[in-house]
């Protein structure tokens, strides 16, 4: 090819590790007094080897990463330890060594792809600038080959979109113009923080494939940080598990996978919902919070939370040892080399059993919802976003029915079109057998208290000006269910313990609390006035795995104490599987298959449950690569909405199909049901 | 720290807790010193004044500072220091007055307009945009003369003018915190719009529109002496900075009739504008250190 990378004038010597880590310290000075961000933390990455950093948030995994480029601003400081980047000692580079060394030798891809890019320059010189700056190649020659790296990165039609902006990219697109600029030096060292935390499940799965193929071509080693063990699962050789600041497991992933040595890494692995756990079991989750990082314990930081802890661990701070050959855990436990025991699955809770033959609390049909933007200049006509496009869905007394899609799908509007905060444009909604398609406020404001939802965004959901008790007291004194404000505390304590909150945290304000306190406080406050349906709008998504597994315990407790019915919308598979009944997947605003949870997810019949299904990064999955992206929803295909990207595609798919039963309570949206079935699902069946 | 660190980890000296404060916080501190000054001055002016403001004696015109006359005398004898301080009531009183009137005018139409969205928000909005569309000092100077000279009508003319600013800034925040899902998830409660209103969304808008309270008090009174220059703020005998310094326009020799009126106006401004642009950076979540 034309873009041609000169070699570099230092080529690496193979035995020469390409990073190497010895006993960093980080540290953040705050009024407070100094934060142990990154405590103590040492490891090596070879040439063409692969890292992954894996650790709940606050762990100290991004600030690790922030430190190996050196790229923290005050008040953080590297106070301790080395970094060596082939040999040479990155923390006594000066500021211009500095800038010649990262984006040229060492690159770093960003989690946000959507403010990592400046939205004022076209991609092509955004990819070239830094070949041109670092002098490897002369402008001309570097476009050539900054369009040879986006047609690398499986940017569409690379020609154009060098020509583009940012803002004309999705999310996806964006990260692989990230990633291009990331390798067009050919750097010995690429560094991804989340990379693929801000995109859909077979975005994901794209840009994973991606990281794999450059590792595996062009030798590039990689350092992938994640709070996800399966993303690192199908990337990395190795993982790092972080907890408070320290490397607490060190191993091949698999091996950690398979048979964790650190009782933290042990939680992280079990807390994960997968698919082809029983369903209707509660997760494994450990109870308490990460330890203060002002005021770290004097022993072992996982202690107060472990649940194998020895009188030794309350006192002694382990050191990271060899508990087996290239394995080193943090651990008195595991320090002689035995396995922690697997988890006791909690007795699977006692299967609801929905009321299937009542007729539904609540019911859409065919409902549909067109938004209607601004007119983009003065002589063109308005665009319509075509968010739900004609859906029927049904929800039972005690059933807990999952709604899944990526993002775009219409099921984040469809959660607010069946709570009537958005007025439908088509089709009608019955809750209780009232129709409330075109319901007043006023008339709603009767029928809310029944009908209450739980949102996406703990931090967002509840007012920051506001204790949680007076958010919880508040829906209980306008509605007058409680007579004065006494019997109002009286109801908000009681509450606080139905959720496993503490009582006195009722004149705290939400900021004094973390992300899974404040889901269980808007789950509090959608109990309060007593509901009969909870629509949940990705309530886990923007929780650590652990903390995941204790809020959907709560509410499958919750449910079963009750009785409640929940309309449960998640992008997750392997969360919607644990905790629905049924499950609808939802594409371009339509329903495309529905049924029995469990049916639908281990036995899918249209070709993109199928591609969902096999997007999740779970180790050892065969994947269904799906190509290109959802269309846009301006404008609607006419045919199959799916056929686009569809592997199986044919002339007949022109006409839509509709949604129609196949078996007994399975309907699909397909000519062609169960005709794409890859591997992967006997795989499946065996595991189960 | 932990006792089993390989190597001792050495944290670097830090500057104390103060000086850091000091280095943000500092004029912040200053501008809220000169406020507060001003503040008590204007209260206790009567007690303070070493002279009544209007005391007239022609015999002593236009002397220069002594330390009789710490300021000098004016055109009628009367001491400028005593005035100064009996000044700052009308400057201070009139500042706060049009600053917290329209604000909280301007916040309620704001606010309202973001929620109602449509025609209310069409109709308010480009009636906000009419009245900004005067420059401010000559509307309200227009309006001040057709209502008469006098404090009040000065303060009501710049309320007319005044208002718009506050009505845009709470329009605009009431619209980010509509779209929060704590609104949302009150609405699901069914809880009324008006309780929705004062109760969520009003708290959340109230950090910005303080610091363009604060900012704007100096400019206030500015406008005010301004007006008052221009003869329009106060009848004469009353002390009023804007109208002490139009009296010693014409007295190049005795500088001092409108230097110290001027430099009591600069003084509070900037006190005013230190003061909110240090509410401004403590308000700022990014970069505030806990």
């Known amino acids: ?688 | 720290m932990s006792a089993t660190t390989a190597t001792p980890v050495v944290l670097p000296p830090t500057r104390s807790r103060l000086r850091r404060r000091w280095k943000r916080y500092g004029p912040a501190w200053i501008g809220g010193a000169i406020v507060l000054a001003w503040i008590l001055v204007a209260i206790l002016a009567p007690w303070i004044a070493p002279y009544k403001p209007d005391a007239v004696d022609v015999t002593i015109r236009l002397q220069p500072p002594s330390w009789a006359h710490w300021m000098g005398t004016d055109t009628l004898g009367r001491d400028v220091f005593s005035r100064l301080l009996h000044g700052a009531r009308l400057s201070l009183l009139a500042g706060f007055s049009v600053v917290l009137l329209g604000a909280a005018l301007g916040t309620a139409i704001g606010i309202i307009a973001a929620w109602a969205r449509g025609w209310w928000d069409e109709g308010l909005m480009r009636f906000t945009d009419l009245v900004l569309c005067f420059p401010p000092i000559i509307l309200a100077l227009a309006i001040a003369a057709a209502l008469g000279i006098g404090p009040v009508n000065t303060i009501l003319a710049m309320l007319v003018v005044w208002w718009p600013k506050f009505a845009r800034l709470a329009r605009a925040l009431a619209l980010v915190q509509r779209s929060q899902e704590y609104v949302e998830a009150a609405t699901v409660l069914g809880l009324k719009p008006r309780r929705i209103l004062v109760r969520h969304i009003l708290p959340n808008t109230l950090g910005p529109l303080a610091v363009l309270v604060t900012l704007d008090l100096g400019n206030a009174i500015l406008t005010f002496a301004g007006l008052s220059f221009l003869g329009l703020g106060v009848v004469p005998p009353i002390a009023e900075w804007g109208s002490m310094v139009a009296e010693g326009r014409e007295l190049i020799e005795q500088w001092w009739v409108a230097a110290f009126p001027g430099l009591a106006i600069l003084t509070v401004v900037v006190g005013f504008n230190f003061c909110g642009d240090g509410l401004r950076d403590w308000l700022d979540p990014k970069g505030r250190s806990r």
């Open chain 1, 1 to 688: 090819m034309d873009g041609f990378i000169p070699p570099h004038a230092l080529q690496p010597v193979p035995d020469v590790p390409v990073l190497e880590v010895k006993d960093l310290h980080t540290v953040f000075m705050t009024d407070s007094g100094p934060i142990h961000a990154v405590d103590g933390v040492s490891f090596t990455v070879g040439p063409g080897e692969t890292l992954g950093i894996v650790g709940e948030s606050g762990s100290g995994k991004s600030v690790t990463a922030l430190s190996l480029m050196r790229l923290l601003e005050e008040p953080a400081r590297i106070v301790g330890g080395s970094i060596t980047f082939q040999g040479k000692d990155v923390l006594a580079m000066s500021r211009s060594e500095l800038a010649d060394w990262r984006g040229d030798r060492a690159a770093m891809v960003f989690q946000d792809p959507m403010t990592g890019l400046n939205p004022v320059i076209r991609i092509l010189k955004q990819v070239t600038e830094h070949i041109v700056s670092h002098g490897r190649m002369k402008p001309a020659a570097a476009r050539t080959r900054g369009i040879e790296l986006l047609r690398r990165m499986g940017v569409a039609a690379p020609e154009r979109a060098a020509a583009s902006f940012p803002h004309e990219f999705s999310g996806g697109m964006r990260q692989r113009v990230m990633m291009a600029i990331g390798v067009a030096n050919d750097p010995a060292l690429l560094i991804a923080d989340e990379p693929t935390t801000a995109l859909d499940v077979t975005i994901q799965a794209q840009i994973l494939d991606l990281l794999r193929g450059l590792n595996e071509e062009f030798g590039t080693a990689i350092v992938l940080i994640s709070h996800d063990l399966g993303v690192i699962g199908t990337v990395c050789r190795r993982v790092a598990v972080m907890y408070a600041g320290e490397v607490v497991e060190e191993a091949v992933t698999a091996e950690v996978l398979a048979d964790p040595r650190h009782p933290y890494a042990w939680a992280l692995v079990n807390a994960v919902p997968r698919l082809d756990a029983p369903t209707g079991a509660r997760l494994t989750s450990i109870e308490g919070t990460p330890p203060d990082a002002l005021n770290p314990p004097k022993g072992c930081r996982f202690e107060p939370r472990c649940p194998f802890k020895i009188a030794r661990c309350a006192t002694d701070h382990p050191p990271l040892m060899e508990v087996a050959p290239g394995r080193r855990a943090r651990c008195w436990v595991t320090a002689d080399g035995r396995s922690l025991p697997r988890p006791t699955l909690p007795a699977a809770a006692e299967a609801e059993i929905p009321l299937l033959a009542e007729a539904p609390l609540l019911e859409a049909r065919n409902v549909e919802k067109h938004f209607v933007l601004r007119r983009p200049s003065f002589m063109k006509p308005g665009l319509t976003v075509h968010a739900v496009n004609g859906v029927d869905i049904a929800l039972h007394r005690r059933e807990s029915l999952g709604v899944v899609g990526e993002s775009g799908c219409g099921k984040s509007t469809l959660a607010r079109l069946l709570t009537r905060l958005h007025e439908p444009t088509g089709g009608s909604v019955t809750f209780e057998g009232q129709d409330i398609t075109h319901a007043t406020p006023a008339a709603m404001r009767s029928l809310r208290p029944r009908l209450q939802m739980v949102f996406q965004d703990p931090y967002a959901s509840l007012n920051p000006r506001m204790t949680i008790g007076d958010a919880l007291a508040e829906p209980l004194l306008a509605h007058g269910r409680v007579p004065n404000r006494k019997a109002a505390d009286e109801r908000v304590r009681e509450l606080l313990s139905t959720v496993g909150l503490k009582t006195s945290f009722a004149s705290r304000y939400p900021h004094e609390f973390s992300g899974g306190q404040r889901q269980r406080v808007s789950i509090a406050r959608a109990l309060a006035l007593n509901p009969s349906v909870v629509v949940a709008d990705e309530p886990v998504s923007a929780l650590d795995v652990n903390v995941q597994a204790q809020v959907l315990n709560l509410m499958l407790d919750l449910r079963q104490r009750l009785g409640l019915s929940y309309l449960f919308i998640a992008h997750d598979l392997a969360v919607v599987r644990a905790f629905c009944d049924r499950v609808a997947v939802m594409y371009l605003g339509r329903v495309v298959e529905e049924g029995p949870a469990d049916d639908v997810l281990s036995r899918p019949l249209h070709p993109y449950t199928v591609a969902l299904t096999s997007a999740i990064p779970e180790p050892g999955r065969q994947r269904v690569v799906l190509g290109g992206e959802p269309p846009s929803t301006l404008r609607l295909p006419r045919g199959c909405a799916f056929s686009a990207r569809c592997p199986i595609a044919q002339p007949a798919c022109e006409e839509r199909p509709p949604l129609a039963e196949v078996a007994p309570g399975r309907k699909v949206a397909c000519h062609f049901p169960g005709a794409f079935a890859p591997r992967t699902l006997s795989r499946l069946e065996t595991v189960r």
